[in-house]
């Protein structure tokens, strides 16, 4: 067999590498194609994982997510989820402090992806030592019971609290603060689930820590002092309003009062205790009046204590009935006359009884109104108008409420002049 010359092996040799070249160029090619490269914002915020040594945590807030851009095949956009991307801030072997953290990204090693951009590229972290301790509770009291009553004794269902957090905040706190208002309490009393407040040494909350637990449940023990006793006081009510008037109400305020001395007249004094007088005599109208207290001797007020009493006055409510009111007509067009049926009738009225007793029928006008009507027959509602004050609210009842009303022409003959009588002829020699 003839050897190939070397020109003809070389030639061969340029078409297969050419063939091959072409190959691969049509196989990028039409991979490029169905599987573009993308570069594009990654569509969620990745989380920021800050890493320190153990005992150290973070004591401000940073940024925790950052944006990243990303260059990869469509393939790989199609199934990337942000597990697979890794931002940390290092500050393993830093001591407590403010640091400004460069922040490293990678992602997965089996996904074909380029970190185009991220943004932020730095946060400021600060981190401490962490702290726990345990503190005391204490009450705050909003205000003091009233005057003559005090805080006998404070109890908590759990003395001490545990406190964590930075080592620089829990050095701060003193106590674990239950804040009550003591307003108006006059008698021993339970809260339960008192929110608690970590407070300096000036009573200032301290923020960045945790307490365990949260709340506490406090008994509150109140009692009267000794030189002070809480009695219940009655108005002095003298004497009753005018006849035909009641009362309805009295009501006073303040029903109890606190008063001071030695502690045997305090024991000798009487459950309840009176106002100065209240007269009510001749009273038609409701009214407020301010009373003192009548004490007995060696008994006093520790402040000024006034009752301020009401009394609501009303009179009494009764009904009267007026029979043969004759009906009134007005408003009735000129040359026309009106005819009414009936043209007497009942009136039924209830209001205050004093008043009514001093009515009579000429305080009562029954009004048939005629305006506007033509001749006819018409159904007239009635009015009835009572001249007499105090019956403003009265309740009054017309039978029958409607009449019938006969309207016609005016027929009244033209007037007639009278003939002058003859003249006289006087008589001769008369």
């Keep these: 067999m003839r050897a190939l010359s070397p020109r003809v092996v070389l030639e061969n040799l340029a078409w297969l590498i050419g063939s091959l070249l072409l190959a691969i160029?049509?196989?990028?090619?039409?991979?490029?194609e169905q599987n573009?490269?993308?570069?594009?914002?990654?569509?969620?915020?990745?989380?920021?994982q800050i890493e320190t040594d153990e005992g150290m945590i973070v004591t401000n807030s940073p940024i925790t997510s950052a944006q990243v851009v990303l260059r990869a095949e469509a393939s790989v956009w199609e199934t990337l989820e942000t597990q697979d991307i890794n931002i940390v801030a290092d500050l393993r072997g830093k001591s407590p402090g403010t640091y400004v953290a460069e922040l490293q990204i990678d992602v997965a090693?089996?996904?074909?992806?380029?970190?185009?951009?991220?943004?932020p590229r730095q946060i400021t972290v600060a981190i401490d030592?962490?702290?726990?301790?345990?503190?005391p509770v204490e009450i705050e009291m909003r205000n003091n019971p009233p005057?003559?009553?005090?805080?006998?004794?404070?109890?908590?269902?759990?003395?001490?609290?545990?406190?964590?957090?930075?080592?620089?905040?829990v050095s701060r706190v003193v106590a674990a603060q239950a804040s009550v208002n003591l307003l108006n309490e006059r008698n021993p009393l339970t809260r339960t689930d008192v929110r608690l407040l970590p407070v300096d040494a000036q009573g200032q909350i301290i923020s960045g820590v945790q307490l365990a637990?949260?709340?506490?449940?406090i008994s509150i023990d109140i009692q009267p002092g000794a030189d002070f006793r809480e009695v219940f006081v009655t108005p002095n009510i003298v004497g009753e309003p005018s006849p035909g008037y009641v009362i309805y109400s009295i009501t006073y305020d303040p029903q109890t009062i606190l008063v001071s001395g030695r502690p045997s007249a305090l024991e000798q004094l009487p459950g309840t205790i009176q106002t100065s007088a209240l007269y009510l005599t001749g009273r038609t109208e409701s009214f407020t009046q301010t009373l003192s207290v009548e004490l007995p001797e060696d008994v006093f007020l520790p402040t000024e204590q006034n009752v301020t009493v009401t009394v609501?006055?009303?009179?009494?409510?009764?009904?009267?009935?007026?029979?043969?009111?004759?009906?009134q007509v007005q408003g009735l067009g000129a040359g026309l006359q009106a005819s009414v049926a009936p043209s007497e009738v009942t009136m039924l009225i209830t209001g205050p009884q004093p008043v009514l007793d001093t009515l009579t029928p000429g305080n009562i006008s029954i009004l048939a109104d005629l305006s506007n009507l033509a001749p006819g027959n018409h159904q007239v509602q009635l009015n009835a108008v009572v001249n007499r004050e105090g019956l403003s609210n009265a309740v009054i009842s017309v039978l029958p409420a409607i009449l019938e009303v006969q309207i016609t022409p005016n027929a009244t003959p033209p007037t007639q002049t009278p003939q002058a009588p003859p003249a006289?002829?006087?008589?001769p020699g008369g």
């Excluded at 609501?312 to 009906?327: E, G, K």
């Design 312 to 327: 609501q006055i009303d009179a009494l409510t009764a009904s009267r009935r007026f029979d043969h009111l004759p009906v």
């Design 424 to 427: 006289l002829t006087p008589r």
């Design 129 to 135: 030592q962490a702290a726990e301790a345990l503190i």
């Design 109 to 119: 090693t089996s996904r074909r992806v380029v970190v185009e951009d991220f943004q």
């Design 36 to 48: 573009p490269v993308q570069v594009s914002r990654f569509p969620q915020r990745v989380p920021i």
């Design 25 to 32: 160029f049509v196989w990028i090619s039409a991979t490029v």
């Design 213 to 217: 637990p949260e709340t506490v449940d």
């Design 147 to 169: 005057t003559g009553f005090e805080v006998t004794e404070t109890t908590f269902d759990t003395p001490e609290v545990r406190i964590t957090g930075p080592a620089g905040a």
